[in-house]
């Protein structure tokens, strides 16, 4: 805990709970504490900071140092609703002080104009709830610009971004041999190529240094604040205000309501797995797309049966994942990609679902090698490598250092059945109910795949690849991007919160962070997460400045 912090008694009605100090978590901690309220921010996850922070492969990889630990939040997996879950990992994010931007691989996206608005355009999809979002691209920007500001981007826009009010405040970062070679078979295609747009700063700024390009960036933590998490940016505003305490090791188990339908506080266990019950006048939840959800629902009372702010029964449906589409290539020179940042060039010249094609679906094209040496000498050789031995060693060597992998990131379709709800059995090590993930990618979201996987295996061809081979197109059966499971609109019958992040069922109940996505985007959503965060913090300071907000 940092000097400035205040230590708010439990007895206190503090203005705000924030539960969960991730991407958006973060954000509305430091906005409201900077506008004059009073906030506690709950954390499961541990309060690390960047001397902690290590190259340790293993740890990070194997023993869940920065993510979710299965072994004590077991997550259950089953494709449809008929089928019985089993106990697999399903999910994955940062749990710690920072969330998933301490650890993330730092792309940052905005997402398009068309993104609020394909149902207008494209039409319904069916057996979807392929929907507009209640707000609209021009709504968001000065929120990404605000964003990009605050939290310190690099990049440079590319011919296919939309509008902004403002360049990046900072110059992309320098190119890498993958970004090199995209480039250069990308233009050879006719395709558009541009620097990426990264969460990573190419100068120092705001105190904070430069990248070092240690090469240990996605899944860990950075040791020298270069990655723009909210660990190293907004957090520390947050408690310089004195008003805001980060409370991390607390893991949240209900948000309480009185007789009256209002919210009273919340109750969470502490490190001792002593319950307390924190009182608030108003509860911001942030905990993720998959996590937020399966709060809602275990915080069911006898007022609201169907869990909190579930009058709907949309709590915890359509799920959105985003899907991958890949190929890998091996080239006669070395590459060395195991430097620095995972991505310098990316391509969006595919981002719009184009009817032409036949299904729904579009999304963004990147170059990177983002495989550490263990994970690649466990799983990413070519198929037909020898696995022990000289000839195993040679492969190693010449494989580790000339290969690059092309990584299509792509649309999800929002489908009522995918979806985060209790699994009947399975509990976690406090006694919770497991979260069971349902998900089963919708047929064009498969199609979106291939098409990627199609154009990466085009661009390693025209980019001079010796060997290449196409990744499976596989049906998901794990997520990292956590979306869509509390969405936003303007109904509240066929939504979770309005378009200000308020519960329709709750009047101070705010919901936001990946669960308020009404459609996926193409990748990289954590951008969008934050603008909405900044957003929902405008509106939540005026209606709490304006008495809007009625607690208990
Ligand atoms: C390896 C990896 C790489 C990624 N790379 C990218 C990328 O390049 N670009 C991109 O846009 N996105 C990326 N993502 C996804 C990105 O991390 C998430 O989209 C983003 O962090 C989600 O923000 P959020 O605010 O919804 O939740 P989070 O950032 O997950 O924050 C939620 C916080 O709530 C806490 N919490 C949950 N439940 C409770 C509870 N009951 N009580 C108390 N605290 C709780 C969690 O511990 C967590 O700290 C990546 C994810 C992973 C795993
Ligand atoms: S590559 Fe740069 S941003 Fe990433 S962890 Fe290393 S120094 Fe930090």
């Known amino acids: 805990m940092s000097a400035q912090q205040p230590k708010f008694e439990t007895q206190t009605q503090v203005d705000f709970v924030v539960i969960g ?9 430091k906005e409201l504490s900077t506008a004059g309220f009073q906030v506690v921010v709950l954390e499961q996850g541990p309060y690390l900071k960047e001397k902690d922070f290590d190259h340790d492969e293993i740890k990070h990889f194997w023993q869940a140092a920065l993510i979710n630990d299965w072994k004590k939040q077991p997550n259950s997996f089953r494709k449809t609703p008929k089928a019985k879950a089993t106990v697999q990992p399903a999910v994955m994010y940062g749990r710690m002080v920072g969330g998933g931007t301490a650890h993330f691989t730092a792309n940052y996206w905005r997402f398009h104009e068309i993104d609020f608005v394909e ?6 999809i069916s057996g979807t709830g392929f929907d507009d979002w209640p707000i609209t691209y021009a709504e968001l920007e000065p929120y990404y610009t605000k964003a990009e500001w605050e939290l310190g981007i690099s990049g440079q826009p590319g011919p296919f971004d939309p509008p902004r009010s403002k360049p990046y405040p900072l110059p992309p970062l320098p190119i890498k041999s993958a970004g090199a070679l995209l480039a250069n078979g990308a233009r050879k295609l006719g395709w558009h190529p541009q620097p990426a747009p990264m969460a990573i700063l190419s100068q120092p700024y705001r105190g904070r240094s430069a990248c070092s390009h240690c090469g240990f960036c996605e899944g860990y ?36 309501t009185d007789n009256a339908g209002r919210v009273t506080g919340v109750i969470y266990f502490d490190e001792k797995k002593t319950e307390i019950f924190q009182r608030a006048k108003a509860v911001v939840l942030c905990a993720n797309g998959a996590e937020t959800a399966r709060l809602l ?9 169907n869990g909190l702010a579930n009058s709907s029964g949309v709590v915890g449906k359509y799920l959105m994942f985003n899907g991958g589409g890949f190929a890998t290539g091996v080239f006669e020179h070395e590459l060395n990609e195991f430097k620095s940042v995972a991505v310098t060039r990316i391509i969006h010249d595919f981002y719009d679902s184009d009817p032409k094609r036949g299904f729904y679906g579009g999304g963004g094209l990147d170059a990177r090698f983002d495989v550490y040496p263990i994970g690649y000498a466990l799983g990413a050789l070519p198929r037909e490598t020898p696995r022990w031995g000289a000839d195993y060693k040679k492969a190693l060597k010449q494989y580790y250092t000339r290969s690059m992998f092309t990584f299509g990131h792509t649309t999800s ?23 069971r993930v349902t998900y089963k990618d919708h047929p064009d979201d498969l199609k979106i795949m291939k098409f990627f996987s199609d154009r990466g295996m085009e661009l390693l061809d025209a980019a001079g690849a010796t060997k290449r081979w196409a990744g499976p197109v596989e049906e998901s059966t794990f997520g990292v991007h956590l979306l869509g499971t509390c969405r936003m609109g303007n109904d509240p019958k066929r939504s979770v919160v309005n378009k200000y992040h308020r519960a329709h069922d709750l009047a101070n109940l705010f919901i936001c962070d990946g669960s308020s996505f ?7 959503p954590t951008c969008t997460i934050q603008a909405l965060a900044y957003r929902a913090s405008d509106h939540i300071i005026r209606m709490a400045k304006n008495g809007e907000i009625k607690s208990a």
Do not use: H
């Not at 009947?424 to 497991?434: F, Q």
């Not at 009404?518 to 990289?524: A, H, I, K, N, Y």
């Open 413 to 435: 379709l929002p489908v009522e059945r995918n979806s985060i709800s209790l699994d009947p059995e399975a509990k976690d090590s406090w006694g919770l109910p497991a979260m």
């Open 221 to 256: 933590g950075c040791e020298i604040k270069a990655k723009s998490s909210t660990l190293a940016t907004v957090i520390p505003e947050a408690e310089k205000t004195g008003r805001c305490e980060i409370r991390s090791g607390s893991y949240v188990r209900k948000i309480e």
């Open 21 to 29: 100090a991730g991407a958006a978590g973060g954000i509305i901690a």
């Open 297 to 305: 629902l275990i915080s069911k009372s006898n007022l609201f049966p």
């Open 119 to 124: 149902r207008s355009k494209l039409g319904t």
């Open 518 to 524: 009404v459609t996926s985007g193409r990748g990289q």
